[in-house]
T-cell receptor, first 110, second 114 residues
């Protein structure tokens, strides 16, 4: 399967803690994107990291990419209740197709 | 600013009935348009995409069809719904200059076929 896979499937942490989610894929990629989905809603683009980049930051988000291991991680620092959502990685393969995983469900406990 | 509208939010339809979901984009011209389906607890499956009026590419053979009668309007249809058509349907658009590097999604339609 060329599907991207997020790990863990679910993550529950206390507000203020950091949350780390991982993504693995099986094919060569042009870039890798992370999206957030609140329950029953559409997805929101968070960040894109290109295949020649190793790390990228956006506010409280930090994304790393290791193309040799075909993996990426999303770190959310100082989590807030509003960060409760499902997070999806979407690697873009060499045919410019997005490969979607099943997501990580993140719950931030107050 | 650009906005995307998708409706209805929820739909319950009997097996064998027709379907029409509509999506419109405002604030941009000639967008790339997409229809995705998301099964419960799963990732997204690309159903159709369009790069222009009347230009539809199908990714997965199925009971559904798509049309783009106007530049910023994308419609998902079925003549006869199956139980397996149930799911969460998402419309999205992207800037053609960026391809699929950033998708903007609508709020989705939860379709239940009974």
């Amino acid at each position: 399967s060329q599907q991207g896979e997020e790990d863990p499937q679910a993550l529950s942490i206390q507000e203020g803690e950091n949350a780390t989610m991982n993504c693995s894929y099986k094919t060569s990629i042009n870039n890798l994107q992370w999206y957030r989905q609140n329950s029953g809603r559409g997805l929101v683009h968070l960040i894109l990291i290109r295949s020649n980049e190793r790390e990228k930051h956006s506010g409280r988000l930090r994304v790393t990419l290791d193309t040799s291991k075909k993996s990426s991680s999303l770190l959310i620092t100082a989590s807030r209740a509003a960060d409760t959502a499902s997070y999806f990685c979407a690697p873009m393969d060499s045919n410019y197709q997005l490969i979607w995983g099943a997501g990580t469900k993140l719950i931030i406990k107050p | 600013s650009q906005t995307i509208h998708q409706w209805p939010a929820t739909l319950v339809q009997p097996v064998g009935s027709p379907l029409s979901l509509e999506c419109t984009v405002e604030g941009t011209s000639n967008p790339n348009l997409y229809w995705y389906r998301q099964a419960a607890g799963r990732g997204l499956q690309l159903l159709f995409y369009s790069v222009g009026i009347g230009q539809i590419s199908s990714e997965v053979p199925q009971n559904l069809s798509a049309s783009r009668p106007q530049d910023r309007q994308f419609i998902l249809s079925s003549k006869k719904l199956l139980l397996s058509d149930s799911g969460f349907y998402l419309c999205a658009w992207s800037d053609p200059a960026r391809g699929r590097e950033k998708l903007f999604f609508g709020s989705g339609t939860q379709l239940s076929v009974l």
